[in-house]
């Protein structure tokens, strides 16, 4: 008889336990998208993500486009953004040194065609210039992306500090003219294009065809965008070294069954619909593993930062 009702009572509880666990399976995804381009854009790749997490983990995915990065740092850090496809190694900086156990590492983003795991800052200056290199900047007017871009600040930031001295607050060294932060890296190349800045910072792979704006960055969706003949109208005169590519990234706290569904749904999203997780990821790339120390140079040039700015 006690071997009956423990039998009825692990049955009891292991159906309890499936129930909690649909209960707790929750009904609405976040996905976070950083800012720095066109939002409609951004809504438009991402829109076959929606639909495809949606079907197949029956939930509402909303898409949070932030007009900067910092909106979906906080979003995470605020347990208001759940996922993120391609997230600005800087921004990841920031959400780790925050709180180390916010999110999991889902994997990296890797080049289709020759599995490069990184890109690089580059400086872009208007084909028609004079400008040849970076020395050629000196007392112009120069434009930086986003304060939590990795290409589009931290790398070129720690780079003008050994090269020219000082530091962006007195433009370093008073080598550029005026320093600005457009928002964003298309904002940037625009910004060079229209004359608001003589030279300014953005991303490449640097792989791939130049024409075409290489295998992936911010060239090539504006080249998809509106502007076809971009490559004849730019140069680029610097690049740094290789940057690691975009971590992808699920919110820790999620749910425990529910967050190992997510993780195995986004590596479905890259097999079965590559095309989609191209659009989203803004280049022909895949999902390969990663770990914490292909970040943490990142993670220490981003601290020491921080602790420069206090």
């Not at 009572?9 to 909690?20: K, P, R």
């Not at 009904?27 to 438009?44: D, F, S, V």
């Not at 120390?293 to 220490?300: N, R, T």
Request: hydrophobic share 35%; glycine share 10%; with cysteine.
């Amino acid at each position: 008889m006690n071997k009956i009702l423990s039998v009825i009572t692990l049955l009891a509880g292991a159906i309890m336990s499936c129930n909690g666990n649909a209960a707790d399976a929750p009904k609405e995804l976040n996905l976070g998208i950083l800012g720095g381009q066109n939002a409609t854009q951004q809504i438009g790749d991402n829109m076959c993500v929606k639909e495809f997490m949606d079907k197949t983990l029956n939930v509402d995915t909303k898409l949070r486009n932030s007009s900067d990065y910092s909106g979906v740092i906080q979003g995470i850090l605020g347990d208001k953004v759940d996922m993120v496809l391609s997230m600005s190694p800087s921004s990841y900086a920031s959400v780790y040194l925050n709180n180390p156990k916010a999110v999991d590492l889902v994997g990296i983003v890797v080049d289709d065609a020759d599995q490069s795991r990184g890109y690089h800052s580059v400086v872009v200056v208007k084909a028609d210039s004079p400008y040849k290199k970076l020395e050629d900047l000196k007392g112009k007017s120069f434009g930086f992306a986003d304060p939590d871009s990795t290409s589009g600040y931290l790398t070129p930031d720690h780079v003008f500090k050994k090269q020219f001295g000082g530091n962006i607050d007195n433009k370093y060294n008073n080598f550029f003219s005026s320093i600005t932060f457009s928002g964003g890296h298309e904002q940037d190349i625009l910004g060079v294009l229209n004359g608001q800045f003589e030279g300014a910072v953005t991303w490449a792979s640097m792989v791939g065809d130049y024409n075409s704006g290489y295998n992936t960055g911010a060239f090539g969706r504006l080249i998809r965008a509106d502007h076809p003949d971009l490559m004849k109208q730019i140069r680029i005169i610097w690049q740094s070294p290789l940057i690691p590519n975009g971590p992808i990234l699920v919110r820790n706290s999620l749910p425990a069954d529910f967050k190992a569904k997510l993780v195995a749904v986004i590596k479905q999203l890259d097999k079965e619909d590559h095309g989609c997780f191209i659009k989203a990821v803004g280049g022909k790339q895949h999902i390969e593993n990663t770990s914490l120390s292909e970040y943490q140079d990142i993670i220490d040039l981003k601290r020491e930062l921080t602790k420069g700015n206090r």
